[in-house]
């Protein structure tokens, strides 16, 4: 079975920090686009960051640039969002997509974002819930 898995959401206080893993099964992570999405309460579902299939490219929203990074770590097949300085608009489930096949391009790039339908595989989220 080919799947990705998000864990490591909880309760922060502002100003906290905290790391998300996106692990995958059954599949490589090394080129294979993947982003971070996320959805607050009541809103649609957008793009934190995503990151392109050579591990380079990598485009951050502007509500999270600067406190949010994204690293790959290949042998653990587990993308990672470390988040900090956190802040309540924050709160929201967490999602981790992956594209279906391996160096294929998801238009991900250092200034553009992309969309829901370039990935194929979805995690069934993790909520992150910042408190003031």
């Known amino acids: 079975q080919f799947h990705v898995a998000e864990s490591g959401g909880g309760l922060v206080q502002a100003g906290g920090s905290l790391r998300l893993s996106c692990t995958a099964s059954g599949l490589t992570i090394n080129a294979r686009g993947m982003a971070w999405f996320r959805q607050a309460p009541g809103k649609e579902r957008e793009e934190v960051l995503c990151?392109?299939?050579?591990?380079?490219?990598?485009f951050y929203s502007e509500s999270v640039k600067g406190r949010f990074t994204a690293y790959r770590d290949i042998a653990a097949s587990t993308l990672y969002l470390q988040m900090s300085s956190l802040k309540e608009e924050d709160t929201a489930m967490y999602y981790c997509?992956?594209?279906?096949?391996?160096?294929?391009?998801?238009?991900?790039?250092?200034?553009?974002?992309?969309?829901?339908?370039?990935?194929?595989?979805w995690g069934q989220g993790t909520q992150v819930t910042v408190s003031s």
């Open positions: 990151i392109a299939y050579n591990g380079i490219d990598t």
């Open positions: 997509a992956a594209a279906e096949y391996v160096r294929s391009g998801t238009g991900c790039t250092t200034s553009s974002a992309t969309s829901e339908s370039a990935y194929y595989f």
